[in-house]
């Protein structure tokens, strides 16, 4: 059991300032389990702790996990220069507590990312290490041929990069269309893959992350979601005849 006292707690969950999340408490404006606290030293379990602050209730979380489907024309940098920040595609109160993206795409990809305030967390899932598959659609401007794909799967070499770097699995599904899969995440890995083997990315989609797919979350453009303990446990390493790749 963890007690932890309620302006804390508050602050915790991306509420504000230490000072405001008193004044909200004081003011009568926050809830615990459904029961109004105006005593911000008064102290909670945080385990399955509900808050109403204002006319909203959001369930306590240590740290957050989030899957969002991200749209072209944003930036997964901190601080952004040409488009907006994926952050700012998130509630206000995101940008309280120290959420990042989990590594990163370009500006016009879109797609599954994952973003998250557990720094462990965000560690392991960049490390290519824990060996977590991305698979991606990328539409190509020149047919996809059979040398295309042999190619991607023997690997090529990327200009600064010290060896060949080949996908784990590369299939054709479409006439201008792949469905590739790297277990490193290099600086426009996939688009300069495609370059050096002759052909161009025209487009580029995250389709999964290990076995958790954009299309069982079912986000449009733009939506996000939290993800459950049971979804966290599909990012992993995985057989690729389990992918049906
Ligand atoms: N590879 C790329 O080229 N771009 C991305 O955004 C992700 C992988």
Redesign the pocket.
């Known amino acids: 059991m963890r007690k932890i006292s309620l302006d804390k707690i508050l602050q915790s969950q991306g509420f504000g300032t230490r000072k405001y999340c008193r004044s909200l408490i004081e003011d009568g404006e926050v809830s615990v389990n459904g029961v109004v606290v105006d005593d911000y030293r008064e102290s909670f379990d945080t385990d399955n702790l509900t808050l109403r602050v204002f006319d909203d209730e959001w369930l306590y979380r240590e740290h957050v996990y989030i899957a969002l489907n991200k749209p072209a024309n944003f930036e997964c940098s901190r601080k952004p220069s040409h488009h907006p920040g994926v952050l700012t595609l998130l509630p206000e109160q995101f940008s309280w507590r120290d959420i990042q993206p989990v590594g990163?795409?370009?500006h016009d990809?879109t797609g599954l990312l994952l973003l998250s305030d557990d720094g462990p967390f965000i560690h392991k899932q960049s490390s290519p290490r824990h060996h977590v598959p991305k698979v991606?659609r990328a539409t190509t401007a020149e047919p996809v041929t059979e040398a295309l794909i042999s190619t991607l799967l023997s690997g090529v070499q990327l200009h600064d990069e010290p060896e060949p770097l080949a996908a784990v699995s590369c299939r054709q599904t479409g006439e201008h269309e792949i469905h590739i899969i790297l277990e490193q995440?290099k600086y426009?890995?996939?688009?300069?893959m495609l370059a050096a083997a002759g052909n161009h990315?025209a487009a580029?989609e995250?389709v999964a992350i290990g076995k958790l797919t954009l299309s069982a979350l079912g986000l449009a453009q733009g939506e996000w979601t939290f993800l459950d303990a049971e979804q966290l446990a599909l990012l992993v390493p995985v057989d690729f005849a389990d992918l049906g790749e």
């Not at 426009?188 to 300069?192: E, F, M, S, T």
Request: proline content about 0%; overall charge positive; charged content about 35%.
């Open positions: 990163r795409l370009d990809t991606y995440g426009h890995q996939v688009k300069r990315c580029l995250r």
